[in-house]
């Protein structure tokens, strides 16, 4: 289970350092900030609706699957806006556009993992292991308004650390989370053997005398 809370963990201060630092740095993108405000609020509402419509209505369409979309969709669009930022070629609306709709799916990426954290681990340490990954968001919180920063050594070099930081992540889910979707709950903590290896080694070993002698 520990894997599972550093995952979360991980994942949750990626998410909260680039919603909440395209959020706060809201003035750096084309057009008006307000107007801006309002198409990221249409991304998110759009986004709950369909996304919330699949899950119900589309039984295959697994936790980890909605998570390696939201994941891959924040990738290539930062990845486009990096491209674009780095080069002459960049347009303005395309690069707010792509910018808002990848901040828009770091939404659905806190549901998810607040769901697939509900389902996943045991009711005995379910609030303490939501409460921790969640902590750690706060401090990606604190972190976000300092990411662009970074402009001042690169232009592109806030945008490469997301890309980087998320592909990790995404790997790292795919790992080490399991599919939970219509999964039993587990009300209770796993048999001692099955997460502590010294335990396990001394039963082997025992076992183990036991037959010599």
Known sequence: MTKWILTFSYGLFCTAVISYAMTFNMEQFAGLIYINSAILGTFRMFLNLSIGSLDYFVKDLGRKKLNQFAVSYVVTMIGVVLVMKSTSYGNSTLITLATLSATAFCSQMFVIKGVISTELFPTSIRNIAASFT???????????????????????LPYLVIVVSMAIYLVLFQLNIPETKSTIQSDAMPEKSEWDRSSKKKEDGAKLNGRCV
């Open 134 to 156: 969640f902590t750690v968001a706060r401090f990606g919180g604190i972190v976000s308004p300092n990411l662009f920063i970074l402009e001042t050594y690169w232009i592109g």
